[in-house]
């Protein structure tokens, strides 16, 4: 009961309003914005230890604090093909079937309408494998790279800013393909692979090394940038992008490419480094 009300007053509340209204105050400065850093780390257990700068009253905006770099060391690579690329929890994984993602129970959505509706690009990542991996608010929300990379797109998709958390997963049809959604396609020595940066309520924008903010402009239309003619190439463990505010990482590899880590299973904790899969 709790979660079909939580879902349908998602559909009524002025989304868009207030992750605007939440973008403002995060990247306000004012004399209030250690005492927010400070209720905000009460609230969702924040391990400031790990902080590259544990000092909240050293941080001009909230955003500065919610993007915080680690201490060097905090997240050592594995030595696997592929590293996890983010601090969150496990939403799904696995197999795309033909070209279906499982999102929950009873749903599913397609790579073509994650991508932004490129049926080519989709069709490089039939029956190949993906993983959804959920960042909560308490979690460090810079993104990194599972492998090295050379960056070939970049694709806005605008959307809709329901909640990515684990409830309204599972009452929202096609959650990840509708939300406001920053598609990075990269080629490596194992093939092409999308890293996909979902949007949410209250999260102010979304950015990458290369660009800087994606978003805010929100536009109504699709944009793209090409990078073909360019050499933009990252090592595993580099920075790609980051989330003012939190969100969901959906990655696609290519058939045969990726064999997940035994140890993988949804709900599961990870951070970024760790082992998530052999070639």
């Known amino acids: 009961m709790f979660d079909s009300l939580a879902v349908l007053l998602q559909y009524i509340l002025p989304k868009q309003a207030l992750t605007v209204l939440a973008g403002k105050v995060a990247g306000a400065r004012g004399t209030w914005t250690a005492s927010l850093i400070k209720w905000f780390i009460g609230r969702y257990q924040v391990n400031m230890a790990e902080a ?17 770099a680690l201490k060097p060391g905090a997240r050592p690579l594995a030595s696997a093909d592929f590293t996890c690329p983010v601090d969150g929890a496990i939403s799904q994984f696995g197999s795309i079937e033909c070209d279906q ?15 932004g509706g490129d049926a080519n690009l ?21 993104i990194h790279m599972p492998c090295d990379g050379r960056l070939m797109r970049m694709i806005y998709v605008p959307g809709e800013l329901f909640s990515v958390n684990p409830v309204t997963a599972r009452g929202v049809p096609g959650l990840f393909a509708r939300n406001e959604r920053v598609v990075c396609v990269f080629d490596s020595e194992h093939g092409p692979f999308v890293l996909t940066l979902v949007g949410a309520t209250i ?28 050499q933009i190439s990252l090592k595993k463990g580099d920075e790609m992008g980051r989330f003012l505010l939190g969100s969901t990482v959906v990655m696609l590899f290519r058939k045969d490419t990726l064999r997940f880590n035994s140890m993988w299973e949804p709900a599961l904790p990870v951070r970024m480094g760790e082992a998530m899969g052999a070639s």
């Open 101 to 115: 993602l499982f999102q929950a129970k009873g749903h599913t959505y397609s790579t073509t309408a994650l991508v």
């Open 203 to 230: 999260v102010g924008s979304m950015a990458t090394v290369w660009h800087g903010l994606v978003n805010p402009p929100r536009t109504r239309d699709v944009r793209e940038w090409r990078y073909d003619d360019q």
């Open 52 to 68: 590259a700068n544990p000092d909240i009253c050293s941080y001009a905006t909230f955003n500065d604090f919610f993007t915080r």
């Open 122 to 142: 989709a069709a490089q990542f039939q029956d190949g494998s993906f993983a959804t991996i959920y960042l909560s608010p308490r979690d460090y929300h810079r």
